[in-house]
């Protein structure tokens, strides 16, 4: 297979370098769009299902509504731990799904499950499905400051409701925009005691009258004339007048209106937290994002939506200053990576210029490292991993490795051609590359496999600790065996163009080097002062 596959790159060498030119174009685009990320992702498939419980204690809530559906999705099947939260009037539970599985389907699974439970549960009680977040989901913290003395927090946290969550929820890649802070508007109604017992009306006819307000009725339709007029009671509003006017009941034949019996105003929903910004009134914006989604990309996408906004921002709302920037952590630790592997090519470089002492040797072994990692880049491209220090730190520890298949091969060709240029049958010049090739490339397979095989049980390892080591053993074994393609390809067609005016150029019959001429003297000394003491050395 070797044999065939070195001959063929011999005899195809345009095609050869063909490719491996559209190899570094195609695989330089696909790196620049791949997603960035600090890990690899560590999701497990999790649904989360919320139920709001109004007016009931923690107690309450376990019994009567997280004690029902934890029972009924314990058992789905794919489920492999199910965690709740039971609160004031609040019932949480994530249910952890296997490895691999799809959160669409299992998503689907909850659902069915629900509509067995739905009658084991209090009356108004309605579970529902949180969205699809992350594990590291909330990557930003965007305050919004607002001057109480041009705008109230109301006001503030209806801008933020109604305006910036939905335009922030467009982003492709946003699960959810969470505000916290400011106060939400409500039609509050205080009932007074005594004014429903002096007028005769019960608390239910006010909440009847409360939960019918506002709505618009449907009468059917009326055909006059071959056409048909559509009959409504248009009822719907948003003024606290009308409710305020609302008929609750009578009272000697005269209607009661609502603000007779209780004090009807908007105010603002009881606190359970606040918001600032630099000791200011701000509400502050959670945004997730969601799995699998690019975090530096959809920061860039918030920060334009935002800058979209700033000119529908009304009076007294500052601009949004971010809190928390995750793709800024992303950005630098990355870069960290990114520098240590450059640092580290550099030093491979070096190492090889001194070895070997000639420009076209270093550049023929130098061009595995950037044909390997792009091959890398496009395998994790097809199996969905991201660009993260796992992947990078991959990449960084088989650097130095990436050249070893050439410099080997590269040495051997050089060697031969030397030979072969004194030999009283000279043979042609492919020949000759491919027989050096071929002379170290078993050696090169058993040591590649080997080291390969080191990093096999990366991926036995179970759980998280298998997600978050495997794509370093991926980035490792990928570009080492990349590297070996790149040697039995690539290099000896390089070898071919680059070497024959180097051999025809050299004065004397040895290719080395000073420095290894010096290593070979010393070599020598220690063999021969080892088989000297050898007694003492096994000793020892």
Do not use: C
């Not at 999790?46 to 029972?71: D, F, K, R, S």
């Not at 019932?91 to 067995?116: A, H, K, P, T």
């Not at 969470?178 to 009306?201: D, M």
């Not at 969905?384 to 130095?400: F, V």
Request: hydrophobic share 45%; no cysteine; aromatic share 6%.
């Amino acid at each position: 297979m070797f044999d065939a596959l070195i001959h063929t790159s011999l005899r195809q060498r345009w095609i050869v370098l063909a490719l491996a030119l559209l190899l570094v174009l195609y695989g330089s685009l696909t790196a620049r769009q791949m997603p960035v990320d600090v890990f690899p992702d560590l999701n497990k498939p999790t649904v989360t299902l919320m139920t709001e419980a109004g007016g009931m204690a923690p107690e309450e809530v376990e019994q009567l509504v997280t004690l029902p559906l934890e029972t009924s999705l314990n058992g789905m099947p794919g489920v492999s731990r199910v965690r709740s939260v039971s609160g004031i009037g609040l019932s949480v539970i994530n249910i952890e799904f296997d490895w691999g599985s799809d959160i669409y389907l299992n998503r689907q699974q909850v659902n069915e499950r629900l509509g067995l439970v739905r009658e084991q549960l209090p009356s108004g009680i309605t579970p529902q499905l949180g969205p699809i977040s992350s594990i590291m989901g909330e990557i930003l913290l965007i305050a919004v400051p607002a001057d109480p003395d041009k705008v109230s927090p109301m006001q503030a946290r209806e801008y933020a409701d109604w305006v910036m969550r939905p335009r922030l929820l467009t982003v492709p890649g946003v699960a959810q925009v969470i505000p916290i802070g400011g106060e939400v508007r409500q039609y509050r109604v205080e009932i007074k005691p005594e004014q429903l017992s002096a007028l005769g009306i019960q608390r239910e006819q006010v909440a009847s009258a409360l939960q019918a307000f506002g709505t618009n009725t449907s009468g059917g339709f009326l055909s006059s004339q071959g056409r048909e007029y559509l009959v409504r009671q248009l009822g719907q509003t948003s003024r606290i007048e009308d409710l305020q006017r609302v008929v609750v009941g009578t009272h000697n034949g005269q209607p009661i209106v609502l603000m007779q019996v209780a004090d009807v105003r908007i105010a603002a929903a009881t606190k359970r937290g606040d918001a600032s910004y630099q000791g200011k009134p701000a509400v502050i914006l959670s945004v997730q994002k969601q799995p699998g989604a690019d975090s530096v990309r959809v920061t860039r996408d918030v920060e334009q939506a935002l800058r979209d906004l700033a000119r529908s921002r009304p009076a007294g709302v500052a601009e949004p200053r971010f809190l928390f920037k995750q793709a800024d952590f992303i950005t630098h630790a990355v870069s960290n990576v990114e520098e240590a592997l450059r640092d580290g090519a550099v030093l491979v470089a070096i190492v090889l210029f001194m070895f070997l002492l000639n420009v076209r040797t270093t550049l023929i072994s130098l061009s595995a490292i950037p044909l390997s990692l792009l091959v890398t880049a496009l395998v994790f491209h097809f199996m969905g991993l991201s660009i993260n220090t796992m992947t990078l730190g991959g990449l960084a520890i088989a650097i130095g490795e990436l050249v070893d298949d050439a410099v080997v091969g590269v040495e051997n060709v050089l060697r031969r051609m030397q030979l072969n240029r004194h030999a009283t049958k000279p043979q042609a010049l492919t020949e000759v590359i491919a027989q050096a090739t071929l002379e170290v490339r078993s050696a090169i397979v058993y040591a590649t496999l080997i080291i390969v095989l080191v990093f096999v049980p990366l991926f036995a390892l179970p759980g998280i600790e298998g997600r978050f080591f495997t794509p370093l053993g991926v980035a490792y074994i990928v570009s080492i065996l990349a590297s070996m393609l790149v040697s039995l390809t690539v290099t000896p067609v390089l070898a071919y163009y680059l070497l024959p005016k180097l051999v025809q150029g050299r004065t004397t019959d040895t290719h080395d080097t000073p420095m290894v001429r010096t290593l070979k003297r010393w070599n020598t000394a220690v063999q021969h002062g080892a088989f000297a003491h050898g007694r003492s050395l096994l000793a020892l």
